[in-house]
Nanobody, 125 residues
Framework: QVQLVESGGGLVQAGGSLRLSCAASGSTFRNNAMGWFRQAPGKEREFVAAISWSGERTLYTDSVKGRFTISRGNANYAVFLQMNSLKPEDTAVYYC??????????????????WGQGTQVTVSS
């Protein structure tokens, strides 16, 4: 059973960059497609990006295409979200999520069974 811990959030000015990390612990990281979601105060949780177990297929929401990049570590023990050209509307708590024994990336939060506690990203104007 996998446990997830996010890191890398913080305060940044508009136009700046952050790199979020999601580290797996507690068990072997195996056959898990991964996703990033975010939730701003008063809003529903929304999909940001996802990646297959192999890392060969990725999905992005339209608002972050060309600015954000999701990737996996060389040993597939961690997942990263590189965020460039950040905007104030990117401000939210960002959550890492994993599917259990499924390799296909998905934008549906209902298919992810393991979630991290989140990391705060704040973009100032």
């Amino acid at each position: 059973q996998v446990q997830l811990v996010e890191s890398g959030g913080g305060l940044v000015q508009a136009g700046g960059s952050l790199r979020l990390s999601c580290a797996a612990s507690g068990s072997t990281f195996r056959n898990n497609a991964m996703g990033w979601f975010r939730q701003a105060p008063g809003k529903e949780r929304e999909f940001v990006a996802a990646i297959s177990w192999s890392g060969e297929r990725t999905l992005y929401t339209d608002s972050v295409k060309g600015r954000f990049t999701i990737s996996r570590g060389n040993a597939n023990y961690a997942v990263f979200l590189q965020m460039n050209s950040l905007k104030p509307e990117d401000t939210a708590v960002y959550y890492c999520a994993a599917r259990t024994s499924f390799t296909i990336a998905s934008m549906n939060p209902g298919v992810y069974s393991i979630w991290g506690q989140g990391t705060q990203v704040t973009v100032s104007s």
